[in-house]
């Protein structure tokens, strides 16, 4: 079965320090992007960050960063210096249906402590 | 910035209702998805479009079809609601390859059938 796995259903973190959030997945594609996505209380999905697998540099958006292991099929974001407009529901989302199919996680709820 | 809008943000009907929930996306991207949200399952694709008239099954395309008659738009038909159609729906365009391939989502809309 094709999957995606997000391992950490909630994580809490205080305010200004580091927390990084796992995604696994299974695809047979050797080409392809993969996301994560936040989605806040208001419930819009906004996109965090894009890794393409056949680039070895890690991405960055500022405060956040990636892990990608494409041997491993391992994709975390580490989010550095947490505030609390960071507050969400992260959802990692790789193309396991096919390049032209993502499939999310469930989600790993994060909160930010003051 | 991409700009993707759906027709309702909430929406209640009755149970064999028929519901039409739109999706106007303004970057001429060729690809467009819908997704329902349900708690503890992610999001799943429940049917995508790569062209205008064009259309592919999800993983949950029972009891929904679509619309593409314009490049912009995006229709999802609920042909006789049913109570376990209550959910969040969320509408998305993707940009091509060349720009990222990134799936941009509109804000949603929450639907319940009585």
């Known amino acids: 079965a094709q999957t995606v796995t997000q391992s950490q259903p909630e994580m809490s973190v205080q305010e200004a320090e580091t927390v990084t959030l796992s995604c696994t997945y299974d695809t047979s594609e050797s080409d392809y992007y993969l996301f994560w996505y936040k989605q806040p209380p208001s419930r819009q999905m906004i996109l965090v960050i894009r890794q393409e697998a056949y680039k070895q540099q890690n991405a960055t958006e500022n405060r956040f960063s990636v892990n990608f292991q494409k041997a491993a099929k391992s994709f975390s974001l580490k989010i550095s210096d947490s505030q609390l407009g960071d507050a969400a529901m992260y959802f990692c989302a790789p193309p396991v249906g096919g390049a032209q199919k993502l499939v999310f996680g469930q989600g790993t709820r994060l909160t930010i402590n003051p | 910035d991409v700009k993707v809008t759906q027709s309702s943000r909430y929406l209640v009907k009755r149970t064999g209702e028929k519901v039409f929930l739109e999706c106007v996306q303004d970057?001429?991207?060729?690809?467009m998805f819908w997704y329902r949200q349900d708690p503890g399952l992610g999001l799943r694709l429940i049917y995508f479009?790569?062209?205008?008239?064009?259309?592919e099954k999800g993983d949950i395309p029972e009891g929904y079809s679509v619309s593409r008659e314009k490049k912009e738009r995006f229709s999802l038909i609920l042909e006789s609601a049913s109570t376990n159609q209550t959910s969040m729906y969320l509408c998305?365009?993707?940009?091509?390859?060349?720009?990222?391939?990134?799936?941009?989502f509109g804000p949603g809309t929450r639907l319940l059938v009585l």
């Open positions: 479009s790569y062209d205008v008239k064009m259309k």
């Open positions: 998305a365009s993707r940009s091509p390859r060349g720009l990222g391939e990134t799936q941009y």
């Open positions: 970057m001429d991207h060729e690809n």
